[in-house]
């Protein structure tokens, strides 16, 4: 206070003929015990009479309202002294709590046993009024979001992530051989450090479905079921309804689904939390929440209740906020040098992306985290937490650039609190790191190729397309494929086919993986359907080159999957080693024939080429770390997992399907004597999993 006194015109300790410095210091002593009193006592009701106010509206007025605490501060100062500006009070209050969240936060980090006794100060506070907590172990479950095996086991060796080197016992940066399983073969290096560090954790991956984004793989993770999650966002004919996975009635709507179809609750039904996710698990603790957040806004609805939670403290609001900035100024930095460099390949980064980036790697990771460390103070059972940072950043600058791996090195930070937490707890806790898919790099579709997959397809159906598109290679080769199939070698101007009105396609992305549907025909079309409407669509989408393959039904064989040259492949015949399949790898025909047998598949899936040399391949949104469909690390995330818990899956056998792994985390939950929510028999279970 002082040294802002002397800075700040507006904000004055002293009375206008001047004091002593005694004066003057029992002034600001008086102000700042004043300020430290109602930050305490005011501010946590504030907030909750502000339960009703967005999230981000809170995050702006806590300036504001933490400038008034001062200027009530100042006016109840028995030493009668002290004004200040609103504006400067402003200022002055936030400088005030970011000093004492620095001071504070370097005395927890930097000195062990000040740490250790606020965290036992807070966990024996906690135990006075909780019900006293098992003794058996809980489970924390920390969902990376997008991070992939291979880019945890690079970083793991490029010391990136040194907190989860340790679990692995891999001081030379090198996972050992029993804790990671690798595509073609493990690694050998031993299983103890130079210094004699066992590991106390194992990396195993694990492979998802055709769907390989947070919607199916989470909603299989929490619940059990991705049953009828064709994509990202999908058109549901029967509903005339378009599903996006991260949208809130449309989350609502899914885990709706997944409990009827499973007949149960959820991962999370006794004792758990469900923090940043997009669905609950059934939890009775939620915060930040997406399937909950379409509810009308009430003080019952806590889907927002963490960040409230959060903001209480007025020093977390101030150190978040200008993490903020700083995260704002860092995506500026970056996305500039990116585009003086021509760096490629590169999509564009401006607008309200840098606000998106920041909310996603600082405020989202903060108030997370903050929230499970509640959970494992108050000793709950299973606690569910998705951090989603890494993800933003690799859609926008590659999953495997240097503003991705400074993301990973600040979540391994936010791991290592967790477990200096754990040791605190009521209760002792397993952590457990899982994501749920991975990314593949590369360039954009329309990048390559100077057209979006809904320009090739409205050029398949002979619909007209933009100028751009239609003047490139491929739409000039598209309206060439449709003209032969019509039957019309000579282009005339303005006669282009043109299908029935209403009977335009809807043409959806999610990352490389794309969907086409009719809306005016109610049924799923079949492959003699389609060319009988649009007789070159099939043809001009199997044969480019940026097309991998294409999913369709047919009335011969009940569904067939197309690539180049005319091969057509029935669903009964297709395997992994030959056909367009093979590049996708093992699990890529399962994962087709189980996508083929969902009730809203799209009349045509497409899946974007994909080049097993780099495993790059093209996404038809405008990302550069892309995931969605089959192709590259994208569908090969990874489950690592303490030791003293079972091997998650047995030797040589593969864990595939998000399902599997919930069957997995139910079986650890089960050992640990933790939550067991009547899903089907234990035996049939350990022998589903």
Known sequence: MLVLAALLPDFQLQSADGDSATRIAVTAACGAGAFGVLSAVVWPLLVRALLLVPALVLGLLVFFLNGSLLLLALRINPSGRGAAAPETAVIVAAVMSAVASATGAALAVRDDETYRRRLHRLATRRRRSDPPCPTTP?????????VGHDVLTAAVRRGLMPTVARWLASGDGMPSTDDVRTAADDMAVDDMTADGTQPTHRLTPWRTDWSSQTGASQLGILHGSTFDVPAFRWYEKDRGEVM???????????????????????L????????????????????????????????????????FAYFSDPA???????????????????????????????????????????????????????????????????????????????????????DAEKVLQRLDRALALLQRVAEHAPRPYRIVVLSDHGQSPGETFHARYGLTLGDLVRAGCGLPVPRRAGSTHSGAEARAAV???????????????????????IVLASGNLGLVSFPDVHHRMTKEEIDARHPALLTTLANHPGIGFLLVRSEEHDGVVLGAHGAEIPLARLDDVSGPLA??????????????????????MVNSAHDPADGEVLAFEEQIGSHGGLGGAQSRPFLLSPLDLSAPAGDREELAGAEHVHRVLRRWLRELNGPEVPLTDAAEEERAA
């Open 244 to 266: 996006v996975s991260n949208r809130p009635t449309s989350a609502a709507e899914l885990q709706r689904r997944a409990i009827l179809h499973t007949g149960d609750g959820g």
């Open 138 to 146: 809980g489970l924390v479950f920390v969902q990376l979001d997008g």
């Open 316 to 402: 977390n609001a101030v150190r978040t906020a200008l993490s903020f900035v700083a995260e704002v100024a860092r995506e500026i930095g970056q996305s500039t040098r990116a585009r003086l460099r021509r760096q490629r390949p590169r999509v564009g980064r401006g607008g309200l992306y840098p606000l998106v980036r920041a909310f996603a790697t600082v405020v989202e990771r903060d108030v997370v985290v903050a929230a499970v460390l509640g959970d494992m103070l108050a000793g709950r059972t299973a606690v569910y937490a998705d951090l989603v940072a890494y993800d933003e950043v690799a859609h926008h600058s590659g999953p495997h650039s240097r």
């Open 268 to 307: 999370l039904t006794v004792d758990g939390a469900s923090r940043g996710n997009l669905f609950s698990g059934g939890a009775g603790e939620q915060a930040l929440v997406l399937s909950i957040a379409a509810r009308r806004r009430s003080p019952e609805n806590r889907s927002r209740a963490g960040y």
């Open 583 to 604: 590049r996708f790898g093992p699990g890529a025909a399962d994962a087709v024939r189980r996508t083929h047998s969902f009730p809203h598949t799209a009349d045509i």
């Open 483 to 505: 003209r032969a199939a019509l039957r019309r070698p000579v282009e005339e101007k303005g006669g282009q086919h043109r299908p029935a009105p209403g009977s335009e396609p």
